[in-house]
């Protein structure tokens, strides 16, 4: 088998398993705590609401946390931006001019990251004028 045949294979699984294993791990939690209220309700034990809410819906972010996450995936973002603005910049070296096609990533992950930085500050503000 050629690089030509490996290269594609071996992106293409990769991302496969990049999307599909974290949703089959989640199944198989989500199953393992039916399995758990099943044996249970079998055993004839109460089950108190709370906790099987909290076993049927799976843990979910606290929305005191979405301000930070969001801030965090916005300096990620830009800082994407920033490596490959500096990538084009350090390419013009071996070719004479800027690659531009390394700017028009770093113009959409800039953009998205200071939509992020904004939105972070929107729910900052929000939290606190709740509070």
């Known amino acids: 088998m050629g690089a030509d045949v490996f290269v594609p294979f071996v992106f293409f699984g990769f991302l496969g398993a990049v999307i599909l294993v974290p949703i089959w791990l989640k199944e198989r939690t989500k199953q393992s705590a039916h399995a758990l209220i099943s044996q249970a309700l079998e055993k004839g034990q109460q089950l108190d609401p709370a906790l099987l809410r909290q076993l049927t819906e799976g843990a979910a972010k606290a929305p005191k946390d979405r301000a930070r996450s969001t801030l965090g995936s916005g300096v990620v973002l830009l800082a994407l931006a920033i490596g490959f603005v500096i990538g084009g910049f350090a390419m013009e070296d071996f070719t004479g001019a800027v ?9 959409i992950l800039g953009a998205l990251g200071v939509a992020f930085i904004l939105l972070a500050m929107v729910d900052y503000a929000a939290r606190k004028k709740e509070q």
């Open 99 to 107: 690659e531009a096609g390394m700017l028009v990533p770093a113009a």
